[in-house]
């Protein structure tokens, strides 16, 4: 008999094994990219997409990304041309650009592709992250020095920038990092005056600058004003000389009344003050006590703040004579009371005073608290009114007089004594006792205890506050 092989199966099972070997060795075969493309010299340029000139000193970092990290394939640092030479194949890389000197040591990134044939001409996009701009006076560019200044703790803005104009006026800072500015122009020739961006005299009138920003920034200066104003008199209270302190405010170009920093002038034996070389400009002066509290701070024309003050206002040449005539501080008031409990023993409560204007307006609160005796006292303006309310854990809260609400409050002058209150303790609800408290919330497992539960309590007869179980 002769044997018949199957070779239908076998060429079955041999194609089989032809699929899964190709399919593996797909999977394990190295890329074309990776495998067969050897790097290369890559020679190109890095210009600013600003100014179109050359960017040099700039380090080049051509990386990949493998398994979510990234990995340095070549680096150079671009020639005094802008030039660079890298090793690297043909593909997609990202090219972080650190240039020596920018600021806060900020870094840029491109993405490039490198085909293996012709230069790689690189653009550094520096047109958003630079401040530049022109300084001029009357129309004609003139030196100067640009700073750039933050607010900080400190009373006055820190320059943490300055850079030089050209002899027209001309600058630019690059490469800064997003941020609000101060930013001063200070000129070479002192004819003219510095100023902050825009058009202001102090920082505390100037508007600030954020970066970046496409839009010039530019300063018209002004001639500096003749500093030849000055401000004079007499400081006294109730007709003879005292012991004082001149303060000294001004005008901003916005029209806001400030205090000139750190400025003060202290008056002779006989009073007298003087405030010389002051530019052009509305100015305000005060008079506050050196030393006690037995008179008030004044402000020229008997004001008794800044916003009350008398403006003087300087055109330039003048001689003005402010006399300021002090007054005595008027007696303080107060409003005061005592707090006790049902049995008259005085309570250490918690006191709300609520305070507005006698002419009306919203409740402004303010929180004191009695002594252990359950005295309190508080502070108070003859312009205003005042409520009272009283509390203390425990006790109800009660507002004066006796009442359980806001709206049944007694309203009180300032200088009122005797605002008194005695507080009711608070009801304490009776215990529950524990069966009731099961029936009130039985428990809904196990099933057989939930039962038991439910047949027990509807034995028992509701009571007022008991809910009764579901049957």
Request: glycine residues 10%.
């Amino acid at each position: 008999m002769t044997a018949r092989t199957n070779t239908r199966g076998r060429l079955f099972g041999t194609g089989v094994l032809a699929l899964v070997l190709g399919l593996l060795m797909s999977v394990w075969a190295p890329t074309t990219a990776g495998a067969t493309q050897a790097p290369g010299s890559v020679a190109g340029t890095l210009t600013s997409a600003y100014s179109g000139d050359p960017v040099a000193n700039a380090t080049l970092r051509f990386t990949i990304v493998e398994a979510g990290a990234s990995i340095e394939v070549d680096s150079a640092v671009t020639d005094e041309a802008g030039g660079f030479v890298v090793d690297v194949a043909p593909g997609s890389y990202q090219v972080q650009i650190l240039l020596e000197g920018w600021m806060y040591g900020t870094t840029a990134t491109l993405s490039v592709e490198v085909t293996g044939s012709g230069p790689l001409d690189l653009v550094l996009d520096d047109s958003q992250t630079d401040l530049y701009g022109q300084v001029t006076a009357g129309g004609v560019g003139v030196a100067a020095t640009i700073e750039l200044q933050v607010k900080t703790p400190t009373p006055t803005p820190v320059t943490i920038i300055s850079t030089r104009t050209d002899a027209q006026g001309n600058y630019r800072i690059s490469n800064l990092n997003g941020g609000q500015f101060y930013v001063a122009a200070v000129p070479q020739d002192e004819a003219y005056a510095s100023e902050y961006y825009l058009d202001a005299a102090t920082w505390q009138e100037a508007q600030q600058v954020a970066t970046p920003r496409a839009a010039s920034l530019d300063f018209d200066l002004a001639p500096r004003a003749a500093n030849d104003n000055t401000i004079q008199g007499r400081v006294s209270a109730e007709g003879q000389p005292v012991a004082a302190v001149v303060g000294l405010a001004r005008e901003g170009s916005d029209g806001v009344r400030r205090p000139v920093p750190g400025f003060f002038v202290l008056p002779n034996a006989s009073g007298d003050y003087s405030i010389a070389n002051l530019a052009p400009g509305t100015y305000f002066v005060s008079a506050s006590p050196r030393e006690g509290d037995e008179f008030a701070t004044t402000y020229f024309r008997d004001g008794r703040n800044l916003d009350e003050a008398e403006p003087i206002v300087l055109d330039g040449g003048e001689v003005f004579v402010a006399d300021l005539a002090m007054t005595r501080r008027p007696p303080t008031e107060s409003i005061s009371g005592t707090v006790t409990g049902p049995d008259g023993a005085p309570l250490a409560a918690i006191v709300n005073v609520e305070q507005r204007p006698v002419a009306g307006g919203e409740w402004r609160l303010w929180v004191t608290h009695a002594a252990a005796d359950g005295t309190w006292s508080f502070e108070t303006s003859a312009d205003s009114e005042y409520r009272v309310s009283f509390e203390l854990e425990r006790y109800r809260k009660q507002w004066y007089r006796s009442s359980a609400t806001e709206a049944g409050a007694q309203v009180v002058a300032s200088g009122t004594s005797g605002v008194d209150a005695q507080l009711v303790r608070a009801a304490t609800p009776a215990p529950v006792p524990w069966w009731q408290r099961i029936c009130s919330a039985p428990p809904t497992s196990p099933s057989w205890l939930a039962l038991l539960v439910t047949r027990l309590c509807a034995m028992v007869p509701a009571r007022p506050g008991r809910v009764q179980p579901a049957r």
